[in-house]
Each structure stands twice: as structure tokens, then as C-alpha cells.
């Protein structure tokens, strides 16, 4: 009986360890490993307008998050001031969260805009960044979108 009270309460730890200790992924679009962009540098969305893979020797934690960037410069921006950088609705895609979904996009479709970037889906059959920008109101569907974010960053993808 001991025995069984034992390992319960080992259990029980592990399982609450596992949750205080595991990444948000209701709010952050990651991979398994905790990476956001899918590697891409959000120092080069934001400063340069490109899209551009990090590696791993230039790479900073942020909110249990782990992001890429290209050189040690980009990293020391990125530490200076973390929440310049952040990608909008968590890296998900911004026309997704405006239609009150959340899909993976593609690293390689993005706006930058006041100050901000936006990722985008992009597959064979959508273009979420040309729906979008035939909007022709970014100030609009950005309103909506930060209305919608509210709710689905606690939702699970």
C-alpha cells in the first residue's frame, strides 16, 4: 500500500513538473523543441524585410521560446528589448487569426507594418497574404484580428 502512494505521488509530481515546466503552445506557434519562425530570425523580419534562417550558435529564450537569428549581432538586439521582435498573434497566421483560426504559415510570406510583422499561410490552394492585401485595410482586419487573438491564444491549434 505504501508502495502505491509512493509512485502516485511520484506521478503526480512528474505530471505537475511536465505542466508548470512545458511551453504554452495554445499562444505560440513552436515545434516540438520549442522553436518559433521555424528557425527564421525575427530580427530580419522586422529591421531588414527578409526572410532569413538563424542558427543554432546565434539563438536566445524568450518566454520559454527559443528564436534563431543570423549573426550575434541580431541576438543582442533581440535580448536588448524581446518584445519589439515578437511576431503578431504568436507566429500563427495573421489572416488565419482575422478569420478566427489559427494556421501554421509560411516563414516566407510576411508584411511589415507599423512596426509589426505579419506571417502568412501559403499552400497550392490559399494565399492568405494576397487575401490580405486585397483587403486593401490593414488598420481593419488588424483590429478584428487582435479582437479574435484574444480568445484563440487560449485555444489549442
Same mark, same amino acid.
Given at each position: 500500500?505504501?508502495?502505491?502512494?509512493?509512485?502516485?505521488?511520484? #506521478?503526480?509530481?512528474?505530471?505537475?513538473?511536465?505542466?508548470?515546466? =512545458? @511551453?504554452? %503552445? &495554445?499562444?505560440?506557434?513552436?515545434?516540438?523543441?520549442?522553436?518559433?519562425?521555424?528557425?527564421?530570425?525575427?530580427?530580419?523580419?522586422? !529591421?531588414?524585410?527578409?526572410?532569413?534562417?538563424?542558427? &543554432? +550558435?546565434?539563438?536566445? +529564450?524568450?518566454?520559454?521560446?527559443?528564436?534563431?537569428?543570423?549573426?550575434? +549581432? @541580431?541576438?543582442? &538586439?533581440?535580448?536588448?528589448?524581446?518584445? %519589439?521582435? #515578437?511576431? @503578431?498573434?504568436?507566429?500563427?497566421?495573421?489572416?488565419?487569426?482575422?478569420?478566427? =483560426?489559427?494556421?501554421?504559415?509560411?516563414?516566407? &510570406?510576411?508584411?511589415?507594418?507599423?512596426?509589426?510583422?505579419?506571417?502568412?499561410?501559403?499552400?497550392? +490552394?490559399? !494565399?492568405?497574404? @494576397?487575401?490580405?492585401?486585397? /483587403? *486593401?485595410?490593414?488598420?481593419?482586419?488588424?483590429?478584428? =484580428?487582435? /479582437?479574435?487573438?484574444? *480568445?484563440?491564444?487560449?485555444?489549442?491549434?
Amino acid at each position: 500500500m505504501k508502495t502505491i502512494k509512493n509512485i502516485s505521488i511520484l #506521478l503526480l509530481t512528474a505530471v505537475f513538473m511536465n505542466t508548470a515546466f =512545458a @511551453q504554452d %503552445k &495554445k499562444s505560440h506557434n513552436i515545434d516540438n523543441s520549442n522553436i518559433a519562425l521555424q528557425g527564421y530570425s525575427p530580427v530580419s523580419y522586422l !529591421d531588414l524585410g527578409i526572410a532569413q534562417k538563424g542558427i &543554432k +550558435e546565434h539563438k536566445s +529564450e524568450h518566454d520559454k521560446v527559443v528564436y534563431y537569428f543570423t549573426d550575434a +549581432e @541580431q541576438k543582442k &538586439k533581440f535580448d536588448k528589448n524581446p518584445s %519589439k521582435y #515578437l511576431p @503578431q498573434y504568436g507566429g500563427y497566421c495573421a489572416f488565419g487569426v482575422y478569420a478566427g =483560426a489559427k494556421f501554421r504559415p509560411d516563414p516566407n &510570406k510576411f508584411i511589415v507594418k507599423d512596426g509589426k510583422y505579419f506571417l502568412y499561410l501559403y499552400n497550392l +490552394e490559399l !494565399d492568405a497574404q @494576397q487575401l490580405w492585401l486585397a /483587403e *486593401n485595410n490593414h488598420s481593419k482586419l488588424v483590429s478584428k =484580428a487582435n /479582437e479574435n487573438w484574444s *480568445n484563440l491564444k487560449n485555444t489549442y491549434n
